[in-house]
């Protein structure tokens, strides 16, 4: 096995009402003017404000940058990096989901190290480390709260960017799951199954090692216990916080043990026709894990047992098809649509897409390299 490189902000915080006791974690890192980088629906809902006041009774100014699109672009950077020159930030809190997050991460990177948050596309690019990150998060999840992944749409080229960088890890990274509460149905499918598919991309990737795996299965029990009832009963308290703690241990595992081609796919998706990122995984999911069986099938029957799936007797071919029913049933009852033709995904713009997704730093660990057609026999069959 390879030697392994283990990633996690140095402090983080989980749990029901835990936001309140972490300003004063917050206060001792002795910041004095923040900028808060979230977006439009935060603010209206008086999320911003409540974290604001928060702030200000712990002695920290603020500003706020409220203008991140649901998939954060190259302008958001710039506007947000604007707004800090203005008010001359010492440190960034990202609050919200992954866009909010991704968003900050390009900002205090390109605060510190200067250019265009272009220079950054791939592995370790920076020279410096990001201005000081406090992530609080409020969706489960995308993990980006903790991760070293930043996901950046180019509006030029309309592609997601993968910048996987150290440099971008938060120094706090905050999950309560009080803030969580409130989202719709349709959210909390589609980011639970974003994280359900870290985890699994995370366990069969080529990267994967003794912790990450220990990560990644108790995320994909976690999240097959407590998704349906977080989306059908929102104030599930229970259901809520397994799910916090569900999707930043499927963090933990793609963090260090990186993704796959659902990432590098879905990366294009959101892209091209800007769809919610967590909705082109959990489609995209059965049918590269379908490919994935001829080299992964042990290990997507690992998967189906920690679903809660009866393996025994079943071979490993068998236990893999038996995973990728248990995702496609889980998928059904949080009412995720059936195909990518209900995204309005066109068959023509195929080939573009999966010329894009093999050069997306996320596809490199897959277990299988696929060659451009068989990506595009993949999207295919998610149609
Ligand atoms: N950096 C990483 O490690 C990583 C990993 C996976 C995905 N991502 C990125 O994350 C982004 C998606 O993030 P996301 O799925 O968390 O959603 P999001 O941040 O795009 O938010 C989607 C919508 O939900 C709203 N919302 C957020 N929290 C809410 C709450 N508690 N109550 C009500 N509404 C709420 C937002 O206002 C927004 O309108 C994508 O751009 C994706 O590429 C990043
Ligand atoms: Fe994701």
Same mark, same amino acid.
């Given at each position: 096995?390879?030697?392994?490189?283990?990633?996690?902000?140095?402090?983080?915080?989980?749990?029901?009402?835990?936001?309140?006791?972490?300003?004063?974690?917050?206060?001792?890192?002795?910041?004095?003017?923040?900028?808060?980088?979230?977006?439009?629906?935060?603010?209206?809902?008086?999320?911003?404000?409540?974290?604001?006041?928060?702030?200000?009774?712990?002695?920290?100014?603020?500003?706020?940058?409220?203008?991140?699109?649901?998939?954060?672009?190259?302008?958001?950077?710039?506007?947000?990096?604007?707004?800090?020159?203005?008010?001359?930030?010492?440190?960034?809190?990202?609050?919200?989901?992954?866009?909010?997050?991704?968003?900050?991460?390009?900002?205090?990177?390109?605060?510190?190290?200067?250019?265009?948050?272009?220079?950054?596309?791939?592995?370790?690019?920076?020279?410096?480390?990001?201005?000081?990150?406090?992530?609080?998060? *409020?969706? #489960?999840?995308? =993990?980006?709260?903790? @991760?070293?992944?930043?996901? &950046? $749409? +180019?509006?030029?080229?309309?592609?997601?960017?993968?910048?996987?960088?150290?440099?971008?890890?938060?120094?706090?990274?905050?999950?309560?799951?009080?803030?969580?509460?409130?989202?719709?149905?349709?959210?909390?499918?589609?980011?639970?199954?974003?994280?359900? *598919?870290? #985890?699994?991309? =995370?366990?069969?990737? @080529?990267?994967?090692?003794? &912790? $990450? +795996?220990?990560?990644?299965?108790?995320?994909?029990?976690?999240?097959?216990?407590?998704?349906?009832?977080?989306?059908?009963?929102?104030?599930?308290?229970?259901?809520?916080?397994?799910?916090?703690?569900?999707?930043?241990?499927?963090?933990?595992?793609?963090?260090?043990?990186?993704?796959?081609?659902?990432?590098?796919?879905?990366?294009?998706?959101?892209?091209?026709?800007?769809?919610?990122?967590?909705?082109?995984?959990?489609?995209?999911?059965?049918?590269?894990?379908?490919?994935?069986?001829?080299?992964?099938?042990?290990?997507?029957?690992?998967?189906?047992?920690?679903?809660?799936?009866?393996?025994?007797?079943?071979?490993?071919?068998?236990?893999?098809?038996?995973?990728?029913?248990?995702?496609?049933?889980?998928?059904?009852?949080?009412?995720?649509?059936?195909?990518?033709?209900?995204?309005?995904?066109?068959?023509?713009?195929?080939?573009?897409?999966?010329?894009?997704?093999?050069?997306?730093?996320?596809?490199?660990?897959?277990?299988?390299?696929?060659?451009?057609?068989?990506?595009?026999?993949?999207?295919?069959?998610?149609?």
């Amino acid at each position: 096995m390879a030697a392994s490189t283990f990633f996690i902000p140095p402090v983080n915080k989980i749990g029901m009402g835990c936001m309140t006791e972490s300003v004063e974690l917050i206060r001792n890192y002795g910041y004095r003017q923040a900028l808060i980088v979230t977006d439009r629906v935060l603010n209206e809902i008086g999320v911003v404000g409540k974290v604001q006041a928060l702030l200000a009774d712990a002695g920290i100014k603020s500003a706020i940058y409220d203008g991140t699109n649901p998939n954060p672009t190259t302008i958001n950077v710039e506007d947000g990096l604007k707004i800090l020159r203005q008010h001359n930030c010492d440190c960034v809190i990202s609050l919200g989901g992954g866009s909010p997050h991704d968003c900050a991460k390009g900002i205090a990177l390109v605060a510190t190290n200067g250019g265009d948050i272009r220079d950054y596309e791939g592995v370790d690019r920076s020279a410096k480390p990001q201005l000081p990150l406090i992530a609080i998060n *409020t969706t #489960a999840g995308t =993990a980006s709260e903790m @991760t070293r992944f930043c996901i &950046i $749409t +180019d509006v030029e080229r309309h592609i997601k960017m993968a910048i996987v960088d150290k440099h971008v890890t938060p120094i706090l990274s905050i999950n309560d799951s009080v803030l969580m509460a409130g989202m719709p149905k349709g959210l909390t499918a589609a980011t639970g199954m974003d994280a359900l *598919t870290h #985890a699994i991309e =995370a366990y069969v990737s @080529t990267a994967a090692n003794p &912790i $990450t +795996d220990a990560c990644a299965l108790k995320a994909v029990t976690m999240i097959s216990r407590n998704l349906r009832r977080a989306v059908e009963e929102g104030h599930d308290v229970e259901a809520r916080e397994n799910m916090a703690y569900a999707q930043f241990l499927a963090g933990m595992a793609f963090n260090n043990a990186s993704l796959g081609y659902v990432h590098a796919m879905a990366h294009q998706l959101g892209g091209f026709y800007d769809l919610p990122h967590g909705v082109c995984n959990a489609v995209l999911l059965p049918h590269v894990q379908r490919f994935n069986t001829q080299v992964a099938a042990a290990r997507l029957k690992d998967i189906a047992v920690a679903m809660g799936v009866d393996v025994a007797n079943l071979s490993d071919g068998q236990g893999a098809d038996a995973c990728i029913q248990a995702i496609s049933e889980l998928a059904r009852d949080v009412n995720i649509p059936a195909g990518l033709s209900s995204l309005k995904v066109k068959e023509e713009d195929l080939p573009t897409l999966a010329t894009n997704a093999l050069k997306d730093a996320c596809g490199f660990t897959n277990p299988i390299q696929a060659s451009h057609e068989e990506i595009v026999a993949i999207f295919k069959a998610a149609m």
